[in-house]
């Protein structure tokens, strides 16, 4: 298995410009979370879809924040206008058996705004 | 607020020898503990996990102790191998949630 697959692995981008995330979970898996990693707060957990299905977005900081799982195999995760706060790791995780289950990460997005 | 934290963002140990991670809890209803480790440019991997109903997990050579009335786990890894050196998270979930609550990390270096 290939595993969760993100890109791009690395984003620079000037800021007020929109950013595009995405990410293909493990096949099979029913679970998909978006996180965001910096050095002050660590991994924190933006949003996560159960079959699809958007079921907690309360971690996405803003309104700037939206993202999209229109089928099982691939999300979005876009920041619209982007902010040079924003730049960190966004991680991606899928997991099986729903929110108990195991959660298997992407290599990440580094995201850089100037 | 965080409610998981882990004080030492650096530990350094010779190869050979027993690092211990500490991680720190608030919230009382966290009942299920995992313990991440993440190399650069990767992302994390699982490494560990112990439910409060146990208070000790081991799997090769790491093992998780949990003492809930203090709310602090620790992970200790013996013999330590520079192969360890990496980031380790430590996450708590509560019963019913889906949310794992990571802590900010604790960059391990095993000095061979």
Known sequence: DAGVIQSPRHEVTEMGQEVTLRCKPISGHNSLFWYRQTMMRGLELLIYFNNNVPIDDSGMPEDRFSAKMPNASFSTLKIQPSEPRDSAVYFCASSLAGAFGEQYFGPGTRLTVT | ?112
């Open chain 2, 1 to 112: 607020d965080q409610q998981v934290k882990q004080n030492s963002p650096s530990l350094s140990v010779q190869e050979g020898r027993i690092s211990i991670l500490n991680c720190d809890y608030t919230n009382s209803m966290f009942d299920y503990f995992l313990w991440y480790k993440k190399y650069p440019a990767e992302g994390p991997t699982f490494l560990i996990s112990i439910s409060s109903i146990k208070d000790k997990n081991e799997d090769g050579r790491f093992t998780v102790f949990l003492n809930k009335s203090a709310k602090h786990l620790s992970l200790h890894i013996v013999p330590s191998q520079p192969g360890d050196s990496a980031v380790y998270f430590c996450a708590a979930s509560a019963r019913g949630t889906y949310k794992y609550i990571f802590g900010t990390g604790t960059r391990l270096k095993v000095l061979a």
